[in-house]
Nanobody, 119 residues
Framework: QVRLVESGGGLVQAGGSLRLSCAAS????????MNWYRQAPGKQRGLIAG???????NYADSVKGRFAISRDNAKNTVYLQMNSLKPEDTAVYYC?????????????WGQGTQVTVSS
């Protein structure tokens, strides 16, 4: 079992920055990758950034060049630095952990944190 707690959301003006944090606890050693998803009102939840245990990152085209995912293994925390924010970035942001237990994959989710970008 992995528990994830997000923080750092809030209200920011367009062009501003925010940094989201996701603190993991529990079966940390089973985590293969950590991801950030977001869900805007009326839209499906979608992957925007991920980082593997080896530090390999990937980004959705919509955030590439503006967002950066990183991890602090000593703190069991993953960050999402969001720069040059746009109103269309407004959404609930969720942290996700991809874990392997034996041959099976399990996904755990945080409770989400609201990000609102005003124009």
């Amino acid at each position: 079992q992995v528990r994830l707690v997000e923080s750092g959301g809030g209200l920011v003006q367009a062009g501003g920055s925010l940094r989201l944090s996701c603190a993991a606890s529990g079966s940390i050693s089973s985590i293969n990758a950590m991801n950030w998803y977001r869900q805007a009102p009326g839209k499906q939840r979608g992957l925007i950034a991920g980082i593997t245990s080896a530090g390999v990152t990937n980004y959705a085209d919509s955030v590439k060049g503006r967002f950066a995912i990183s991890r602090d293994n000593a703190k069991n925390t993953v960050y999402l630095q969001m720069n040059s924010l746009k109103p269309e970035d407004t959404a609930v942001y969720y942290c996700n952990a991809e874990t392997y237990i034996g041959a099976r994959v399990y996904y755990f989710w945080g409770q989400g944190t609201q990000v609102t970008v005003s124009s």
